[in-house]
C-alpha cells in the first residue's frame, strides 16, 4: 500500500507570517497529491493540488512543492490571515485503483 | 452541498443496533468512498466502490457493509459488530474511475453517536 506522514500534527503562527506543512509518501508510484481544508464540523475541501510531472504550484497565497526523489511534498501558504485557521490534509493517489491516503492532518492556528 | 448529500447531519443510536447512512451524489462520479473521522487519525478508508455493483474493502471494513446498485447512491451500514463505531462519517466520489489524479469531493459529513 501507501504510507503518508504529516508534520507537524498541531502549528500556530502569527497573522501575517507564512506557514508550512510538509508531507512523505513511501510508494513511488503514487502520482497525484491533493491537499485539503476542514473547519471545524465540515467536510474537507480541496485547497491545492499537484501531479508528479509538475515539481511547484502556486495560487495566491497558497503554493505546494514537491520532491519525487525524496518522496516528500510541502504545503506553503504566505501572508497568513485568521481565516486560514483550519485542519489541512495531504494524501497521495496512484494511477490505478483510484484510492487515495491521507495524512492525519495538521491543526493550523492564525493568531491575530 | 457540492452534489453529494449525506444524511442525516448526526444520527443517534442504542448500541448493539444496525444503522445505515446515506449517501447520494449526482455528480454523474463513478467512484464513491466511504471513510472515517476520529480526532487525531485522519482519514481512514472504510469501503470504495468505482462501478456499480462492485466495491472493495478499505482498511477498516470490518463492522460495515455497503452496497452500490446505483451509481448515485452508495449507503453504509454500521452493523453492531463493529466495536467503536461512534465517529464522523464522510462519503466522497470521484469522476474518474481508475484515473487516479481527480480530486475527492466530499460530503458534508455524519456524525454517529452510539451509546
Known amino acids: 500500500g501507501e504510507n503518508v506522514e504529516q508534520h507537524p500534527s498541531t502549528l500556530s503562527v502569527q497573522e501575517g507570517d507564512s506557514a508550512v506543512i510538509k508531507c512523505t509518501y513511501s510508494?513511488?508510484?503514487?502520482?497525484?497529491f491533493p491537499w485539503y481544508k476542514q473547519e471545524l464540523g465540515k467536510r474537507p475541501q480541496l485547497i491545492i493540488d499537484?501531479?508528479?510531472?509538475?515539481g511547484e504550484k502556486k495560487d495566491q497565497r497558497i503554493a505546494v512543492t514537491l520532491n519525487k526523489t525524496a518522496k516528500h511534498f510541502s504545503l506553503h501558504i504566505t501572508e497568513t490571515q485568521p481565516e486560514d485557521s483550519a485542519v489541512y490534509f495531504c494524501?497521495?493517489?496512484?494511477?490505478?485503483?483510484?484510492?487515495?491516503?491521507f495524512g492525519t492532518g495538521t491543526s493550523l492556528t492564525v493568531i491575530p | 452541498d457540492g452534489g453529494i448529500t449525506q444524511s442525516p447531519k448526526y444520527l443517534f443510536r442504542k448500541e448493539g443496533q444496525n444503522v445505515t447512512l446515506s449517501c447520494e451524489q449526482n455528480?454523474?462520479?463513478?467512484?464513491m468512498y466511504w471513510y472515517r473521522q476520529d480526532p487525531g487519525q485522519g482519514l481512514r478508508l472504510i469501503y470504495y466502490?468505482?462501478?456499480?455493483?462492485?466495491?472493495q474493502k478499505g482498511d477498516i471494513a470490518e463492522g460495515y457493509s455497503v452496497s452500490r446498485e446505483k451509481k448515485e447512491s452508495f449507503p453504509l451500514t454500521v452493523t453492531s459488530a463493529q466495536k467503536n463505531p461512534t465517529a464522523f462519517y464522510l462519503c466522497?466520489?470521484?469522476?474518474?474511475?481508475?484515473?487516479?489524479?481527480?480530486?475527492?469531493?466530499f460530503g458534508n459529513g455524519t456524525r454517529l453517536t452510539v451509546t
Open positions: 466522497a466520489s470521484t469522476p474518474i474511475q481508475g484515473a487516479g489524479d481527480s480530486p475527492l469531493h
Open positions: 510508494d513511488s508510484a503514487s502520482n497525484y
Open positions: 499537484i501531479r508528479s510531472n509538475v
Open positions: 494524501a497521495a493517489s496512484k494511477p490505478t485503483g483510484n484510492q487515495f491516503y
Open positions: 455528480l454523474n462520479h463513478d467512484a
Open positions: 466502490s468505482q462501478i456499480v455493483n462492485d466495491f
